[in-house]
């Protein structure tokens, strides 16, 4: 199993923290968010891990190297972060969307029973892990579901339709990674599409495809955008242990 980790962006929502580091180089309890995620990859037996880089490559590339080994970790580099949403991020990372692969998105933090249960999940070509809480606000990616099944995702959802939000943790199996790579590369061929974040190309497949959903609701994860993520995201990690 490989794991994809779009780890391109400025994190500007998170100064002052990233004026001078990547967000995904920023420390939680004492340990960068990327080493968080990639410690927690491992664990479940993920170690053919990508990360796509921007902001900061050079600095996050010699993190990995000393916590990992020189090549351990290997990275491709997004020349476009500054000017394009994590849509493009993942056209730079199309060739390593082959085979059954996570898609992570940069700045989500989890424990390993929730992966864990993802990788468990029913076999579809396309699955979306999902919570559910009491309240959803405008900045959620928000989800519509018909059973186990994504009927749409986004954040301009109604609230009184949403059931659930994406935790930004996908899993492909089978055909599903050569569906969601000819998407990607179709759309980026319109350069307005530089614009566009990834899991809009899920809700336009959701139209088209069959694809399912796997509920975490009650194991720990956390998205560290902003400071006020900050303290949610230490009691993440913390129940995990250095």
């Not at 399912?212 to 949610?232: F, K, M, Q, R, Y």
Request: glycine share 8%; net charge negative; aromatic share 8%.
């Amino acid at each position: 199993m490989k794991a994809i980790i779009l780890s391109a962006g400025h994190g500007k929502r998170l100064l002052p923290y990233t004026a001078k580091c990547p967000k995904c180089a920023v420390n939680i309890y004492g340990k960068p968010i990327i080493a968080w995620q990639i410690d927690a990859l491992l664990k479940c037996g993920v170690d053919d891990i990508c990360v796509v880089l921007g902001y900061g490559a050079d600095q996050v590339e010699k993190l990995l190297d000393d916590r990992y080994g020189k090549n351990r970790i290997r990275t491709l580099f997004n020349p476009f972060y500054s000017v394009a949403d994590n849509l493009g991020t993942c056209w730079i990372a199309r060739e390593e969307m082959t085979g059954n692969f996570i898609l992570l998105n940069g700045d989500t933090l989890f424990q390993a029973p929730l992966l864990e249960k993802l990788l468990a999940s029913p076999s579809f070509p396309i699955t979306v892990t999902i919570d559910r809480k009491n309240s959803y606000d405008s900045d959620d990616m928000k989800v519509l579901l018909d059973g186990e099944r994504l009927i749409r995702i986004g954040k301009t959802i109604q609230l009184d339709q949403v059931h659930a939000e994406s935790i930004g943790m996908l899993l492909f199996r089978d055909a599903g990674a050569n569906i969601f790579r000819k998407k990607v590369e179709n759309l980026l061929r319109d350069q307005s599409s530089l614009k566009r974040w990834y899991l809009s190309v899920i809700d336009e497949l959701a139209q088209e495809v069959q694809i399912n959903t796997c509920c975490i609701e009650g194991l720990a994860w956390g998205e560290v955008d902003s400071p006020d993520d900050l303290e949610h995201a230490e009691a993440v990690v913390r129940g995990i242990g250095q």
